[in-house]
């Protein structure tokens, strides 16, 4: 069993009212029960976290270094494009991250093509709508899976 921390970035507390027509219709209280279940179901535990703010989730990054989470989902929104700083404490804490993003990027105005990001995540989910949650819980279930794997042969 490990412990997962799903991370959302700035105006995600706003699904399913905001722009449904881009980011769907299901509100992020929703997302984050559904991915409890699902990570319980995968046999490991699974913190939410939300922040409007730059600073709590530099703030809740370092804070699951010392919880010893194993994986991060990180939805940064809008960070993704700013945030040198979040990037920084990716960086520090070493910790495995997928970032997942509910449209798809690259589709949409050309400032949304470059991410901070991307280059230093395992993985990378763009355009599932809320469904991108769940195989992100999947993904981070079998790098976890393997990682015990590889630690028990050494």
């Given at each position: 069993m490990?412990?997962?921390?799903?991370?959302?970035?700035?105006?995600?507390?706003?699904?399913?009212?905001?722009?449904?027509?881009?980011?769907?219709?299901t509100?992020?209280?929703?997302?984050?029960?559904?991915?409890?279940?699902?990570?319980?179901?995968?046999?490991?535990?699974l913190?939410?976290?939300?922040?409007?703010?730059?600073?709590?989730?530099i703030?809740?990054?370092q804070?699951?270094a010392?919880?010893?989470?194993?994986?991060i989902?990180?939805?940064?929104?809008?960070?993704?494009?700013?945030?040198?700083?979040?990037?920084?404490a990716?960086?520090?804490?070493a910790?495995?991250?997928?970032?997942?993003?509910?449209?798809?990027?690259?589709?949409?105005?050309?400032?949304?093509?470059?991410?901070?990001?991307s280059?230093i995540a395992?993985?990378?989910?763009?355009?599932?709508?809320?469904?991108?949650?769940?195989l992100?819980?999947?993904?981070?279930?079998?790098?976890?899976?393997?990682s015990?794997a590889?630690a028990?042969?050494?």
């Open positions: 490990a412990d997962f921390l799903l991370l959302n970035g700035p105006n995600l507390n706003l699904l399913g009212s905001r722009e449904p027509d881009v980011y769907g219709a509100r992020l209280d929703d997302i984050e029960a559904n991915c409890i279940d699902v990570a319980r179901a995968l046999g490991h535990s913190d939410c976290f939300q922040s409007n703010a730059e600073h709590e989730l703030d809740r990054v804070q699951a010392q919880d010893g989470v194993a994986f989902i990180f939805n940064p929104g809008a960070f993704t494009h700013t945030s040198i700083a979040i990037r920084d990716f960086l520090a804490v910790i495995p991250f997928i970032e997942i993003h509910l449209s798809n990027t690259f589709a949409r105005e050309e400032f949304r093509h470059n991410s901070y990001f280059d395992e993985s990378c989910l763009f355009g599932f709508g809320a469904y991108g949650y769940e992100a819980l999947q993904a981070a279930s079998e790098y976890a899976e393997r015990i590889n028990e042969e050494e």
